[in-house]
């Protein structure tokens, strides 16, 4: 009984977790569109994700000319963003931990994007047979693989 009601708070405290990062998302995501000037309903979802992408690694938001794209890096507009600022934080903490001078600007959550080609995969290399000894199958007894 003692592991049913452990296993069901545990169930509670993930669940509360969950549904604090979902409103944290969506308090975020209607931020970026009040501040481009949009509905939720109305709001790109793409435009979302390129500037969750630059805000993650780092890059401060792009202000267009009639500067209603975003707030600078620095300044904490939303939820999400004390949220990313304690993680750099904590990692900056570690750095200093593990004896690296490092600063917040340095701290990077999401390398940038990277244009790099999937490589081809080759062709498997067979090993050449030695005709000096026969080919045999490999066989296994008990914990020996016998080849």
């Not at 009040?34 to 992408?53: F, H, N, P």
């Amino acid at each position: 009984m003692f592991f049913i009601r452990r296993l069901l708070s545990l169930f509670r405290f993930y669940m509360f977790i969950l549904i604090c990062g979902l409103i944290m998302v969506g308090v975020d995501y209607d931020m970026q569109a009040k501040a481009v000037g949009r509905t939720i309903a109305t709001y790109d979802v793409d435009s979302y994700r390129l500037t969750l992408q630059r805000r993650l690694g780092g890059e401060p938001l792009r202000v267009a000319s009639d500067g209603r794209v975003g707030a600078p890096e620095g300044e904490v507009t939303s939820p999400l963003d004390v949220a990313f600022r304690a993680l750099r934080g904590l990692a900056v903490a570690k750095a200093h931990v593990m004896g690296q001078d490092l600063e917040m600007e340095q701290v990077v959550l999401l390398p940038p994007p990277s244009a790099t080609q999937v490589p081809i995969p080759q062709q498997p290399q067979t090993m050449p047979v030695q005709d000096t000894q026969e080919q045999r199958p490999c066989v296994r007894r008990g914990n020996v693989l016998d080849c």
